[in-house]
């Protein structure tokens, strides 16, 4: 069983189109995230949601949309996809004092 | 700020070899510490987590310490192996989110 599973794992799209990524979760955790890993590696977050609210939101452009339908889902939408948006974009879920949980990442092209 | 450096970037060593792995953060108000380890191409498999209170945490052949007042952990790793060769990345939760060094490059050489 899959703990944090997102679709797709890879997503190769033209500038200018909006794309969606799934993330769900099947451990109960009350909070969500998405991190993005730019091309050096570097992972570093951009949305935090606790039971469906938004709680975090690092400077990222308004072209990114979090959806919570509910506490086991986080899914991210994003218009008018830009070239820098090419990344590696990291579902992650977490309960408590407990680690984050990380799903397998979608590798999103953007040609 | 709270940013979190690893060193050395990047390091090659031969099989069976005993070695450490660096983590500093500015910011010493932190929840908790997580280890992940990163193979090219996948996602991040978690370690070994520290809780703020504890000292150490040990799984397997990986031992991590953590000292907050000074804003350091290590990750040790006892008879390195070929399979052990990937990226390690330190994470360091301060409350609702994980600030991520930039990783160390493991090559284990047979």
């Known amino acids: 069983d899959t703990a944090v599973s997102q679709t797709p794992k890879y997503l190769v799209t033209q500038m200018g189109n909006d794309k969606s990524i799934k993330c769900e979760q099947n451990l109960g955790h009350d909070t969500m995230y998405w991190y993005k890993q730019d091309s050096k590696k570097f992972l570093k977050i951009m949305f935090s949601?606790?039971?469906?609210?938004?709680?975090i939101n690092e400077t990222v452009p308004n072209r990114f949309s979090p959806k919570s339908p509910d506490k086991a889902h986080l899914n991210l939408h994003i218009n008018s996809l830009e070239l820098g948006d090419s990344a590696v974009y990291f579902c992650?879920?977490?309960?408590?004092?407990?680690?984050?949980?990380f799903g397998s990442g979608t590798r999103l092209t953007v040609v | 700020k709270q940013e979190v450096t690893q060193i050395p970037a990047a390091l090659s060593v031969p099989e069976g070899e005993n070695l450490v792995l660096n983590c500093s953060f500015t910011?010493?108000?932190?929840?908790?510490l997580q280890w992940f380890r990163q193979d090219p191409g996948k996602g991040l498999t978690s370690l070994l987590l520290?809780?703020?209170?504890?000292r150490e945490q040990t799984s397997g052949r990986l031992n991590a310490s953590l000292d907050k007042s000074s804003g350091r952990s290590t990750l040790y790793i006892a008879a390195s192996q070929p399979g052990d060769s990937a990226t390690y990345l330190c994470a360091v939760n301060y409350g609702n989110k994980l600030v991520f060094g930039a990783g160390t490059i493991l090559r284990v050489k047979s």
């Open positions: 520290i809780q703020s209170s504890q």
């Open positions: 949601y606790n039971n469906k609210e938004l709680i």
């Open positions: 910011d010493s108000a932190i929840y908790n």
């Open positions: 992650a879920s977490r309960q408590g004092l407990h680690g984050h949980t």
